[in-house]
């Protein structure tokens, strides 16, 4: 099955900087990484998909990137706000032709004013 | 958007007594529904998924009989901790998909056990 890795386990950073979170699996090559933001006693919400044949995605303020050689998504925030203190996960299918997702251990974010 | 309601969101309970929590689609039919289980500061381990009117699959080391799963409906599953002991007690979330093109799951706010 999938292994995934978050390597930071807590990332500090100042408001109006950029945030990078790195994610590492090890086994096959998934058809999709996606990324998840989950705040305290909460359930995680869905933020970013990328695909295997796309090297880089974007919505508002985030930035994911996909390296299917190195195994290796980046998650970008940029101009970050205290209020993007969270932990943020990444996730893929546990296995080839399962639907069920496996999560990374996550990164937790907190942005300094 | 998507929407997953869980219900209770905590619940206290006795050693030995069963919780259920419910786990709704509000505003599509969700084909599969998964259950995780969340320790403080870890992430998410599934336990098992569940697909409309059929038996759930469950994970390598969750106990079936302890962990009831229903799914009778494409709005509704439900988890049932059976003769709960204080080392369940967890942060229980479940997230639906409606089964149609990437895997992307809608998750409820999670329900905290806590068994005395």
């Known amino acids: 099955s999938q292994k995934i890795e978050q390597n930071s386990e807590a990332l500090n950073i100042q408001e109006g900087k950029t945030a990078t979170l790195t994610c590492n699996y090890t086994?096959?090559?998934?058809?999709?990484l996606q990324w998840y933001r989950q705040d305290p006693g909460r359930g995680p919400v869905f933020l970013l998909l990328?695909?295997?044949?796309?090297k880089e995605k974007r919505k508002e303020r985030l930035k994911v990137t996909f390296d299917t050689t190195l195994k290796q998504s980046l998650f970008h925030i940029t101009a970050s706000q205290p209020a993007d203190s969270a932990t943020y996960l990444c996730?893929?299918?546990?296995?080839?032709?399962?639907?069920?997702?496996?999560f990374g251990s996550g990164t937790r974010l907190q942005v300094q004013p | 958007g998507a929407v997953v309601s869980q219900h209770p969101s905590w619940v206290i309970c006795k050693s030995g007594t069963s919780v259920k929590i419910e786990c709704r689609s509000l505003?599509?039919?969700?084909?599969?529904m998964f259950w995780y289980r969340q320790f403080p500061k870890q992430s998410l381990m599934l336990m098992a998924t569940?697909?409309?009117?059929?038996?759930?699959?469950?994970e390598q080391g969750v106990e079936k009989d302890k962990f009831l799963i229903n799914h009778a409906s494409l709005t509704l599953s439900t988890l049932t901790v059976t003769s709960a002991h204080p080392e369940d007690s967890s942060f229980y979330i479940c997230?639906?998909?409606?089964?149609?093109?990437?895997?992307?799951?809608?998750f409820g706010a999670g329900s905290r056990l806590t068994v005395l």
């Open positions: 505003d599509f039919q969700a084909t599969t």
């Open positions: 086994n096959y090559s998934p058809a999709y």
């Open positions: 996730a893929l299918a546990m296995d080839t032709g399962r639907r069920a997702l496996t």
């Open positions: 569940s697909n409309e009117g059929s038996k759930a699959t469950y």
């Open positions: 997230s639906a998909t409606s089964g149609t093109g990437a895997n992307v799951l809608t």
């Open positions: 990328i695909r295997e044949n796309e």
